[in-house]
């Protein structure tokens, strides 16, 4: 296997239909109108030589290296500049071109180390390149003029330094940053000799406004931004692609290896969902696979509270199998299930809920998607007939007003957020709806035209007061909905909808947003001409979560927003394979594809393949896993991948379930707060160790590939099978290969899915079936998946979680750009530096009003327990309101949140605590018992461990 | 009522509330149909139970709909 070299064609492709044809040095092609002279001759193979250029960005023009003489036109003009013309005769190469570039690379090479050999970017260096591509054989003005040799290495990043003294000045990070993330955190300063690159003014790296996605280091055609890894460890030997593990936006890497060792990811130029660009997690947070405390040998204990025994895979696997066989003999068949991963592949989370649905002969397998994107599933399902996201990310690029609601994506979904924010400065509209001012409010070159800062807990009120503007004032798209949807549903629902108390003014005091706002942002949103809504968890996490989800439905169709470009329903996919485990049958109530447990056609396809009966009955969810533990009917439990010990709401609920079963089965990477209260541990592995596919938040499904051996031995789909095995299940798989083809056998959305798909083209978008052969980017074109699109009626209930004199504040909880979920990877890498604990935001008044300063350490309570944190006074959070992360143990922001949740999914109610911040001297009684325990439940026996 | 007792009766209720706005029988039978979807049968016996017992705490919606369920129990 050798390295991945994707071509680099110096300038972007044109969108053009019509072709021109040109010759380039006596050869004849045809492109698209608008192509660059350097990319047709790309095409065909004929390099040019540059420096400014690079297809990932706008044509420059500055290096004056690419020059070429077109017959019939003056002067040598750009060729990156220059757009190809009918009948064109171009010449790229010949003496008085060559005299030139060679003139352009000696001015370059004058202010340059003379260090090729020990440069780390020996072998992979444009300069180096470009310098034997025009014959550069001396430097005629010498070396000892006035230079930048000297000057001042930048190494405050903790992945990638600034050598000033290799830089040539092309600006390629500048316009990076600019073009492709569109954080604007460098600039050229000074003009002339004294030109040079600057974070922010005149900043370090780590202190600028840079963010770390690493744009500007891929874009450098030297030395100057070069990781620290190969700085380090030299440069790859060969690479391959695969998937991102953090967010649901599924960007394609090349792993670049030596050995078994990664030297970098390098976001993969040709993958659909990323096209290139990365972040700071995928990018460089990677090293959490090569961690200390990884956990790579199997252990069991008897007791929670003894040490842990490292034993072999034989006796762990022996063990839990036994425990499971006799809970179910002393307490029935349902007293034990599963929680598949959305961190895990598509193939593993099928093979564990087939274990738990043959194996364990009951459907109590839920997955983390309960606690985010449940209520995607039921209200995009009861409305178009199917939970997906209905648009490609490419959809973006041709929406004229964007409404992002209960999202972040600049933090959360990073390298789409940079895509949206792309099309915002090229003219779209933005609406954002979110009790934070988070960062697409205002950002440079992007101002929303409308923030609705609205209370949580709100939502629904917020988005039928949007529809009711829309059908009152006549803004509905009445064609739209008479051709794709149930007239009699909508003429119901509009009637509904158009009473008074749906109006702005009568919901303004509920939601705190002046009724005129909620006016102008529902003309935008119905004029349009193309809408498209983006949201996340700020919507689904909620008592209310499926209403809201339902609501936004309603706002798509009533204004004929879904089935084309640039429209749509979106929901933002926290992690990189919910949709996946989705996908995958880990709801207790349905198999593969959405198929509800009681439908026998889809049961008896799986009975056949399984070759045993499977149950006709839901079963438990994660929560009420836990009720069912405290309630002594359910006491064994297989969890992949997953930390509901941090992640899931009202801690000490869950702390008393787990605490309540006899075994639990904690199968990670770490020993995560969960295996506190695990009595077998077996060891995962990454997602560099496997093979498999992950699904991403655009349906698309993506290939992960091995590329260093499992460090525990086993990929996870391999621990899966073992345990399988032992409960007496017949499980035979050589490879995930065979696993998806299972799938592709009893899906019928999956039907046309195969790893030699994969293979050969890269990506696929479910479905993808005989019906649709070459898979589905867009949704509903000509008709909703369940035929006409429903409207239904969802009306504001209040949660019942309510503030008062006691908890006058109300808490709502996300994610911050650095850092991923529960924090088990990220926190375990340099990212670290950016976010070291979670902070609790403030606004200046309410911190006044309890003598709270920035940096004060506080106590933060609700109904359901108390923690202490630092604050941060800030307005970007309203009065009010209050507003933390979830990434750090110590802290445990779930100790906080409560155990209310969605009426239809059970999804927790994290946004929306009633709590009290007051000052602190320490931390809280709970937190040094959980410390206390933690470190207890952590050991292991160091005589057992040789 | 115990702490499991209370929290489906808070379950139960949240979903009559969905369909309040519904015809009567409709927000009946559409809360009995999600119930049915959607719960694990040890739920289902401990609120049939509960029923029996009263039902303390359920509003008449998610009431009808747990007896239309209980009704449909085979014999």
Not at chain 1, 915 to 925: D, I, L, R, Y
């Amino acid at each position: 296997m050798g390295m991945i070299h994707e071509i680099d064609y110096g300038t972007k492709p044109s969108a053009a239909t019509k072709l021109v044809t040109l010759t380039i040095d006596g050869q004849s092609v045809s492109v698209p109108e608008g192509t660059s002279v350097m990319r047709a001759a790309t095409e065909i193979g004929t390099q040019i030589p540059k420096l400014c250029a690079t297809d990932m960005l706008d044509s420059f023009g500055s290096c004056r290296l690419c020059l070429v003489e077109i017959e019939g036109r003056a002067g040598t003009p750009a060729s990156c500049t220059t757009p190809v013309a009918e009948g064109m005769v171009v010449h790229t190469q010949n003496a008085k071109l060559a005299k030139l570039r060679r003139g352009v690379m000696e001015l370059y090479i004058s202010d340059h180390p003379l260090d090729c050999l020990t440069c780390s970017a020996n072998g992979d260096c444009e300069l180096q390149d470009m310098a034997g591509a025009v014959g550069l054989r001396e430097v005629r003005y010498g070396y000892d003029g006035a230079n930048h040799l000297g000057a001042t290495k930048d190494i405050s990043n903790p992945y990638f330094q600034f050598d000033p003294s290799k830089c040539i000045v092309c600006s390629r990070c500048v316009r990076a940053c600019e073009e492709v993330q569109g954080t604007f955190a460098l600039t050229i300063e000074g003009s002339g000799f004294g030109s040079k690159v600057s974070p922010g003014m005149s900043e370090q790296f780590f202190d600028s406004e840079c963010v770390s996605c690493g744009a500007c280091v891929q874009a450098c055609p030297t030395a100057t931004l070069m990781e620290k890894s190969v700085i380090e460890m030299g440069q790859p030997e060969h690479s391959a692609v695969t998937t991102c593990a953090y967010c649901g936006v599924g960007c394609s890497f090349k792993a670049e290896m030596r050995g078994e060792e990664v030297v970098r990811l390098v976001p993969y130029k040709d993958g659909k969902a990323n096209h290139g660009h990365s972040c700071v997690k995928g990018r460089f947070a990677y090293g959490y696979a090569q961690h200390k405390d990884r956990i790579t040998k199997p252990m069991i204990r008897a007791k929670i509270t003894d040490p842990w025994k490292e034993v072999s895979w034989e006796e762990a696997i022996a063990y839990a199998a036994s425990e499971f066989k006799r809970i179910q003999r002393d307490h029935g068949q349902d007293a034990i299930g599963g929680i598949t991963s959305s961190r895990c592949t598509n193939e593993e989370t099928y093979l564990v809920q087939k274990l738990i649905r043959a194996g364990f002969g009951n459907n109590n397998v839920d997955t983390c998607a309960r606690v985010c994107h449940s209520p995607t599933g039921y209200g995009l399902g009861k409305t178009f007939g199917t939970s997906a996201g209905t648009q490609d990310f490419d959809s973006v690029d041709e929406a004229d007003v964007i409404l992002v609601i209960g999202a972040n994506p600049t933090d959360g979904h990073p390298v789409f957020g940079s895509r949206m924010k792309k099309r915002l400065r090229a003219g779209a509209r933005l609406i954002v709806i979110d009790p934070r001012r988070i960062d697409l409010v205002r950002s440079p070159h992007i101002e929303a035209s409308h923030h609705l800062a609205l209370r949580p807990g709100t939502n629904v009120a917020i988005v039928n007061a949007l529809a009711h503007v829309i059908v009152t004032e006549g803004l509905a798209n009445e064609a739209f909905i008479r051709e794709r949807c149930d007239w009699a549903e909508y003429a119901e629902w509009a009637a509904f909808i158009s009473k008074p108390e749906h109006s702005p003014e009568a919901i303004a005091m509920l939601t705190g947003v002046p009724a005129a706002d909620i006016r102008a942002a529902a003309r935008l949103y119905a004029e349009g001409p193309n809408s498209a809504i983006y949201y996340g968890l700020g919507v689904t996490e909620h008592s209310q979560g499926s209403s809201t989800v339902i609501a936004i439905a309603n706002l798509a169709m009533v204004t004929g927003n879904i089935g084309r470009r640039g429209v749509g329903v979106n929901p933002l996919r926290g992690q990189n394979n919910v949709q996946g485990s989705c996908d995958m049958g880990s709801f207790p109530h349905e198999f593969p594809g959405y198929r509800h447990v009681s439908n026998d056609t889809a049961r008896g396809i799986y009975e056949r393949e399984w070759g045993v009966p499977l149950s006709a009955e839901p079963g438990l969810r994660i929560p009420n896993m836990l009720d069912a533990a405290m309630d002594g009917s359910f006491l064994g439990l297989y969890v992949q991948g997953e930390d509901i010990a941090q992640s899931d709401p009202d801690t000490q609920h869950i702390v008393g379930g787990l605490t309540a079963m006899e075994c639990v089965v904690v199968q990670d990477i770490f020993l995560n707060e969960t295996a506190n209260y695990a009595h077998v541990f077996l060891p995962g592995c990454t997602f560099l160790e496997k093979d498999g596919t992950f699904t991403n938040a655009e349906r698309r499904i993506q290939r992960v590939r091995k590329v260093m051996s499992p460090k525990n031995g086993y990929a996870d789909w391999e621990v899966t099978q073992m345990l399988a095995q032992a409960m007496g299940m017949k499980m035979n798989y050589a490879h995930p290969s065979e696993i998806m083809d299972e799938i592709a056998r009893t899906t019928p959305s999956f039907a046309g899915v195969s790893f030699a798909r994969l293979e050969q083209e890269g990506s696929v978008q479910w479905p993808c079936n005989e019906a649709a052969p070459e898979g589905t980017p867009i949704m509903h074109i000509d008709h909703f998946v369940r035929g006409r699109g429903r409207f239904m009626i969802a009306d504001y209930v209040a949660t019942d979680e309510k503030t008062g004199p006691r908890f006058p504040l109300l808490l709502t909880t996300g994610r911050i750009l650095s850092q991923y979920n529960v924090g088990a990877q990220t926190r375990r890498t340099e990212n670290a530096q950016w976010h070291p604990e979670d902070l609790l935001e403030i606004h200046p008044h309410d911190a006044e009003q309890r003598g709270v300063k920035d940096g004060d350490w506080v106590k933060l309570a609700s109904r359901a327990g108390e923690t202490t944190l630092r604050a941060k006074v800030t307005d970007r959070v309203a009065l009010g309101v209050v507003y933390t992360t979830f990434h750090h143990p110590v802290t445990q922001a779930n100790v906080i949140t409560t155990d209310y949740s969605d009426w239809a999914t059970n999804c927790p109610e994290y946004k929306v605590t009633a709590v009290q911040v007051s000052h602190s001297n320490g931390p809280t009684e709970w937190q040094r018992d959980y410390q206390a325990h933690s470190n207890a439940a952590r050991r292991i026996d160091a005589v057992a461990a040789e | 009522m115990s702490k499991m007792e209370d929290r489906l009766v808070h379950m139960a209720n949240q979903i009559g509330k969905a369909f309040l706005l519904r015809p009567y029988q409709e927000a009946v039978d559409e809360t009995a149909a999600h119930i049915k979807a959607f719960w694990e049968k040890r739920m289902l016996t401990r609120m049939f139970a509960h029923l029996d017992a009263g039902g303390a705490g359920l509003d008449e919606i998610p009431r009808q709909a747990m007896l239309k369920l209980q009704q449909a129990l085979p014999k």
